[in-house]
């Protein structure tokens, strides 16, 4: 990249924990290394080791209004956090590569013995906890479900065992989770990935800059472009 023409480095925004973790070993096959870690750092500026780059760390759920707003130039976000976010902010993300990273699955779970069939059969209002109130409203919507949604930021297996809800809608990877608090999955809505977003003017304006990147991205994650 030849600094003097663009000396503003390329901002890719990325969550502390498993976004952090397993976005390295792409960033690792672009030929760029991250010394410092966030956990450990207060920094929420971190430099790469290309003058080129350099990484903001922020919230999950708030890596796609970065990007959408242009603060950074890319990010990596679950399909989780970006299908919420688009529901209230359409447009402006550009969505080229699955990172097969973070995979997990949403469900709708319930705590052991709570027959979930006979209260879908019974036509009962079922209250359902959940940080994903867009993906679950539509999914009860399909099924002709009636729900009443309670928004939750997180521990949302704990809904169901103190009478908040009869059932949530969450992440489940290993399941150990909902084992830990006597919950079962009862239903997948669907399968969950990382994804990089791009911001749209971006795309456009520093396309020479992002592509090496883009590209030893689409080819680590083993994504066809
Ligand atoms: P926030 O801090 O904004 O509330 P969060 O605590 O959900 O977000 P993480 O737990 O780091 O953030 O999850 C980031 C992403 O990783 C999620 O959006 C999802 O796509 C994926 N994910 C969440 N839980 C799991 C899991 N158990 N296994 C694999 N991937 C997961
Ligand atoms: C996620 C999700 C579940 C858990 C599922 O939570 O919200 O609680 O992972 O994973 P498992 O099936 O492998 O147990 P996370 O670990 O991200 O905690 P947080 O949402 O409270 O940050």
Redesign the pocket.
Known sequence: MNLTENPKPLTLAL?????FDETLPLLEAAGIQVTENPESSRKLILPTSSPALRLIIV????VPTYVQYGAADFGV?????LDEHTVTHPGGLYQPIDLNI???RMCVAVREGFDYDEAVRQGSRLRVAT?YVHAAREHFGRKGVHVDLIKL??SMELAPLVGLADAIVD????GN?LRANHLVPVEDITN???RLIVNQAALKTRDSELRPILDAFARASGAVQ
Request: net charge positive; hydrophobic share 30%; aromatic share 4%.
């Open positions: 969550s502390k924990g498993r976004i919230r999950a759920t708030d976000a679950g399909k989780d956090v973070a995979h997990c940080k930021y997180g992440l489940v990877s290993t989770t969950i990935s990382a």
